[in-house]
């Protein structure tokens, strides 16, 4: 039993903690759903990779959160910091810290778990990089991932975790573009009070957008709320290729929608709202009907009017998004009349259902006028499926915020 001494000490040590420290809830500024490898041939030895995130959300302490979701084998990370990002792979030195764990550096992650660092003494701003760098000795296997990159990785042999700058980008280490591992970072002191998770495919995860740029509808949506003073920030929880009602195609579509909301969304510390824009896949991923993986147009409905009666058991206000155009895709049989049927119909549901608290008219925003159907040739990536840039920044842009201004009465 411990003495009246040791308690009061151990008493007062927790009070002083920062992750118990009254009034510093805190937020999740940036994510990436993890998601199971492609391939099991991909591995890191003796190898350095630096992630560059850009947190929506400033606070005056972070903390990070990192996945062996799908790993079989404990995962162990022999080495892990963070730091402010100065520029490409240049970390502020001053800001250099060791990322720890009950105290230790240095984590093993057990098979399908999460782990949650201790709470670190680094300053961040709204929309601003971090780096951080995660040493592998050993052999290890990338079996958890994220496909698509909303920053840049770096890689560097050897232990170089604390190096101001690494001379490597872009380096396949053959999972494409993938990153591995990192899930989370979260803020403390910030003054943001509530969460707004943005929930669906490529279309949100950022497909073909500027990796570097935070040029991503949600990117473009955070910003214009912090702007206005709405203290709402967003984190990104798109998975490219997902869909609603079953998983992907492949392992990197990652689990079904129904499947991962519970684990990207309403287990979030401090979710306060979500955007749902998920189902073109779920069209576009399967034929006719009759085929495997065919859902139907109440198939669809059923399943967001799921997403909208969990979101709203847990408090969460839930706003809807139209599914965007995709006539003439260069994705060979992902489009069909039939499919646009059941797209205009799920649209028309989504416009008038009681279910939301709002609804977001992505279609409205980037179809051309003159071939409806379509995106308009400016707001298409090019495989007439995926906005561009200046689609997302349409799509961020015609957002109103006055559909959040019961944020600005959140506690603080």
């Given at each position: 039993m411990l003495s009246r001494l040791a308690l009061a000490t151990a008493i007062s040590l927790a009070l002083a903690s920062p992750?118990?420290?009254?009034?510093?809830?805190?937020?999740?500024?940036?994510?990436?759903?993890p998601e199971p490898s492609a391939t099991d041939k991909a591995f890191v030895e003796n190898q350095t990779l630096r992630q560059i995130v850009r947190v929506s959300a400033g606070g005056t302490s972070v903390r990070v959160r990192l996945s062996n979701a799908y790993g079989t084998q404990p995962l162990h990370l022999d080495d892990i910091r963070l730091a402010r990002r100065d520029t490409g792979s240049r970390i502020d030195a001053a800001s250099d810290v060791a990322v720890t764990f009950?105290?230790?550096?240095?984590?093993?992650?057990?098979?399908?778990?999460?782990?949650?660092?201790?709470?670190?003494?680094?300053?961040?701003?709204?929309?601003?990089?971090l780096a951080v760098s995660v040493y592998v000795q050993a052999r290890t296997a990338l079996t958890t991932v994220h496909d698509i990159q909303r920053g840049v990785l770096y890689v560097a042999t050897g232990k170089q975790t604390d190096a101001a700058e690494l001379p490597a980008a872009g380096v396949d280490l053959g999972v494409g573009r993938a990153f591995p591992w990192l899930a989370e970072v979260e803020v403390s002191g910030s003054a943001a009070r509530g969460t707004l998770f943005t929930f669906g495919d490529s279309i949100t995860d950022g497909y073909g957008i500027d990796p570097?740029?935070?040029?991503?509808?949600?990117?473009i949506l955070s910003r214009r709320l912090h702007d206005a003073n709405i203290p709402l920030n967003v984190v990104n929880a798109g998975v490219s290729?997902?869909?609603?009602?079953?998983?992907?195609?492949?392992?990197?579509?990652?689990?079904?929608?129904?499947?991962?909301?519970?684990?990207d969304v309403l287990a979030q510390t401090n979710a306060s709202a979500v955007v749902i824009l998920i189902g073109i896949n779920d069209l576009g991923h399967a034929q006719g009907p009759g085929s495997d993986g065919y859902v139907s147009a109440d198939d669809m409905i059923d399943g967001l009017a799921q997403l909208a009666a969990r979101a709203h058991e847990r408090g969460l206000r839930v706003y809807a998004a139209t599914l965007t155009p995709f006539k003439g895709t260069v994705f060979k049989d992902y489009y069909s009349d039939e499919k646009e049927g059941r797209r205009q119909a799920i649209n028309a549901w989504i416009r008038t259902s009681p279910v939301f608290d709002g609804v977001f008219d992505f279609e409205k925003a980037v179809e051309d006028p003159a071939n409806p159907g379509q995106l308009l040739p400016a707001y298409d990536l090019g495989d007439h499926l995926h906005?561009?840039?200046?689609?997302?920044?349409?799509?961020?842009?015609?957002?109103p915020l006055s559909a959040f201004n019961w944020a600005k009465k959140l506690p603080k």
């Open positions: 992750a118990m420290a009254a009034g510093q809830p805190w937020i999740a500024a940036w994510y990436a759903s009950n105290g230790r550096q240095g984590v093993t992650i057990a098979p399908g778990a999460y782990v949650l660092s201790d709470p670190l003494p680094v300053s961040v701003k709204p929309d601003s990089d570097d740029g935070g040029k991503t509808w949600p990117d290729g997902n869909r609603l009602l079953h998983h992907g195609q492949w392992a990197r579509f990652g689990e079904g929608g129904l499947s991962r909301f519970d684990r906005p561009n840039t200046a689609g997302d920044a349409v799509i961020g842009n015609a957002i």
